[in-house]
Nanobody, 116 residues
């Protein structure tokens, strides 16, 4: 089992920044890659960024150039730095761990609200 705990969400004005953190514990050896997803009210969950064990990253087009995913293996923590935030970035953000056995683990989510 893998446990994920997100933190760092909050209320920010448009153009501002936030950094989300995801603390990872449990069967870390079973994890292939990590990511962040978000879900806005009435919308489907969207994968916004991923990072592999080799530190390769991938981003949704909607956040490219504004969001940066990173990981600190010594701290078992994954980060999402979000800059130039827009009201449409408002959502609950979830940390996701993708296992080698194709089992996915999710955190409880953290709310990000961007005011115009």
């Amino acid at each position: 089992q893998v446990q994920l705990v997100e933190s760092g969400g909050g209320l920010v004005q448009a153009g501002g920044s936030l950094r989300l953190s995801c603390a990872v514990s449990g069967s870390i050896f079973s994890i292939n890659s990590m990511g962040w997803s978000r879900q806005a009210p009435g919308k489907q969950r969207e994968l916004v960024a991923t990072i592999t064990g080799g530190f390769s990253t991938n981003y949704a087009e909607s956040v490219k150039g504004r969001f940066t995913i990173s990981r600190d293996n010594a701290k078992n923590t994954v980060y999402l730095q979000m800059n130039s935030l827009k009201p449409e970035d408002t959502a609950v953000y979830y940390c996701k761990a993708m296992g080698w056995n194709r089992v996915d683990y999710w955190g409880q989510g953290t709310q990000v609200t961007v005011s115009s």
